[in-house]
């Protein structure tokens, strides 16, 4: 059962994360180049543009896809799923799942910051030119590349949350334990007869 939840659970991660690193491609694709921003006397007016859209949606999937993964990981093992000792019962596994969890919300974090940036420099709106020099003036405008290391940091976040979640997740190999005067599989005792009745069948 709680393979089957984490199969489905890892899909689900990996749909939103997959789709968010898509958008960040297909966003870098379509940013706004610098002569499509347009300069009217010391004001630059940056036109519409689906990379600001898909940057906003972007950030939303990753986020979803993060919060999913911590949650179902027990939130870093703190608040671990029903089940206490059932779960990752190795102090191992449990520090390495930790870890990728952190790791994970840290390059989440890292690309959201990527995909505010591109969003804001390809927002419309009107923006003041800088001074190039004299009698010139330069607008602002994303450098290639931006949208792309976003992509990339959001599939790293999203393996490294799958991996997490399987591994704080997943209940870890049990090893049988005989308990005495029983087997492993819960048989029962074996008892000698009662002397009395042996005694009598005689």
């Known amino acids: ?20 690193a898509v958008l960040g491609f297909i966003a870098e694709a379509n940013r706004l180049k610098p002569d499509e921003i347009h300069v009217s006397g010391r004001d630059c007016v940056y036109p519409a543009n689906p990379a600001h859209t898909l ?7 990753l986020v979803v896809a993060q919060i999913i993964a911590s949650a179902a990981g027990g939130c870093c093992s703190c608040c671990r799923p029903p089940g206490g000792a059932s779960y990752s019962n190795s102090t191992t596994r449990r520090v390495v799942g930790v870890v990728a969890s952190v790791l994970s919300w840290v390059a989440a974090l890292i690309a959201a910051v990527f995909y505010w940036v591109g969003v804001m420099l390809n927002a419309p709106t009107t923006r003041q030119a800088k001074i190039a020099g004299p009698d010139e003036e330069e607008c602002y405008s994303l450098k290639g590349g931006v949208f792309v290391r976003a992509a990339v940091l959001s599939l790293v976040a999203t393996s490294l949350g799958i991996m ?22 819960g048989l029962p005792e074996w008892q000698a007869p009662n002397p009395k009745f042996a005694r009598s069948s005689s």
């Not at 059962?1 to 994360?17: D, E, I």
């Not at 940057?55 to 999937?61: E, H």
């Open 164 to 185: 997490s979640c399987v591994l704080l997740r997943l209940p870890a190999a049990t090893t049988d334990v005989t308990v005495e005067g029983q087997d492993a599989v």
């Open 55 to 61: 940057g906003f949606c972007a950030i939303f999937l």
């Open 1 to 20: 059962m709680q393979t089957a939840v984490a199969v489905l659970v890892s899909g689900v991660v990996a749909l939103f994360g997959v789709t968010s």
